[in-house]
Every structure is written in C-alpha cells, then in structure tokens.
C-alpha cells in the first residue's frame, strides 16, 4: 500500500506563486510514475502534469504548460508542483497521484493506483 500526502495549497493572490508538495510513503518501490490533477467546483478532476521517476521526463496538459512544473526528489519520495501565474481559473482541489502499472497512460485518472487526500488552492482576484 502507498499513502500520498500533499501540502502546501492556500489562499494566494492572483499572479502569485505557490509550490506544492507530495510525499509518497509505504511500499513505494513500485512506484514509476506521479501526477497531478486538479478538480473545480462542479467540475471533473483533470490531468495537470505528471513525471515518470526515474528519467524524470515529464507530461503537461496544454493549459498550464509555462506556468507549471513538476519535479520530484526520489530520495525524499516526494514530487513538487510549482505554479506560477495564478489565475481564478486554478482554484480548485490538487490531488496528487501515483503509478505502478507499466505502460499505462499519463494523462487519464484511471492511469493511477494511488491518490491523495488533496490540498485546496485559492486564487483570489
């Protein structure tokens, strides 16, 4: 079993920065892949970015690419997520996620064995 814990999620002003952070604990040898999506109110979770652990390449979705970036510390089993230029559009619930599964996709919910709890993010205009 893996348990995925995030942090770092506020209330922060529009055009402002904000890291997250996700530490993976538990059987995480497995582990070859993690993610981030995000969930607005009333609205579908949605792929955000993801990092394959090992090579470190990474996948982002369209619509946050140059403000977003993921990055993981394999010693600390823990991936980050920086976001730069915060909009309204970004609030909603961040959810970290992680992989096991070889040759799963990246980008879909399904993708994923292990979620976390979510930490909320709050832009305010």
């Known amino acids: 079993q893996v348990k995925l814990v995030e942090s770092g999620g506020g209330l922060v002003q529009s055009g402002g920065s904000l890291r997250l952070s996700c530490k993976a604990s538990?059987?995480?040898?497995?582990?070859?892949?993690m993610g981030w999506f995000r969930q607005a109110p009333g609205k579908e979770r949605e792929f955000v970015v993801a990092i394959y652990l090992s090579t470190g390449k990474t996948f982002s979705a369209d619509s946050v690419k140059g403000r977003f970036t993921i990055s993981r510390d394999n010693a600390k089993n823990t991936v980050y997520l920086q976001i730069d230029s915060l909009n309204s559009e970004d609030t909603a619930v961040y959810y970290c996620a992680a992989r096991t599964r070889v040759g799963a996709a990246m980008r879909t919910t399904d993708a994923y064995d292990y979620w976390g709890q979510g930490t909320q993010v709050t832009v305010s205009s």
């Open positions: 538990g059987r995480t040898s497995g582990i070859n892949a």
